[in-house]
């Protein structure tokens, strides 16, 4: 769970500029401006903003496609990390979105961070896509929460 002094909300346009920056800092190959515009342009997705201090210190886009839940980006802010934000993202993203929904995403295999709390969700792995990630030429680890992965998870979301 997130600090008291942490916001969730849904994210918007106006947020966008220190997204970015928040972006460029987390990622080797950061999305562009137009990828989180599009995200945001989507009607069914769930994308959501962390605001301590009235400014954005992480944020999180889930897309849906049929019945599928796509983790597409997560990120804190570097020097908020390890608070539990990304956890109330996770949470608020399976309020909205369903608990008993299905989610995959794509994790480079090296971001032990990000696989030990998407463990801690109820992620499991379930194969890699190839070359995945351009920049490195790294395969991408697939990994999927359903209801039953979800029903051996450690965390209440
Ligand atoms: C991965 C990331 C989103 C985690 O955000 P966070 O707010 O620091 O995560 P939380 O504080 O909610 O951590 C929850 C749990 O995840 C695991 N975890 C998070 N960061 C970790 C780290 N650096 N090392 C080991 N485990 C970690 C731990 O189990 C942690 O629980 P604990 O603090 O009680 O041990 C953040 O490190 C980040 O923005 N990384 C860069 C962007 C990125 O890689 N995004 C994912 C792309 S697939």
Redesign the pocket.
């Known amino acids: 769970m997130?600090s008291p002094s942490i916001t969730i909300r849904s994210l918007g346009y106006s947020d966008l500029p220190q997204v970015i920056s928040?972006e460029r800092r987390?990622?080797p190959t950061p999305w562009s401006l137009a990828m989180f515009v599009l995200e945001l342009s989507k009607p069914s997705g769930v994308c959501l903003a962390a605001i301590e201090d009235r400014r954005i210190v992480?944020y999180l886009i889930c897309s849906r496609y049929a019945d599928i839940w796509h983790?597409m980006?997560?990120?804190?802010?570097?020097p908020?990390?390890?608070?539990?934000?990304?956890?109330?993202?996770?949470e608020e993203m399976i309020s909205r979105a369903g608990r008993d929904a299905s989610y995959t995403?794509?994790?480079?295999p090296s971001?032990?961070?990000?696989i030990?709390?998407?463990?801690?969700f109820g992620f499991r792995s379930a194969g890699t896509r190839r070359r995945y990630y351009q920049d490195t030429g790294e395969d991408a680890l697939i990994m999927w929460r359903t209801a039953e992965t979800a029903s051996t998870s450690s965390?209440s979301g």
Request: hydrophobic content about 50%; overall charge positive; aromatic content about 6%.
């Open positions: 997130s928040i987390a990622f992480g983790l980006n997560i990120a804190i802010d570097p908020a990390r390890r608070r539990g934000i990304a956890t109330g993202l996770l995403l794509e994790v480079r971001n032990s961070p990000a030990a709390l998407y463990e801690r965390a």
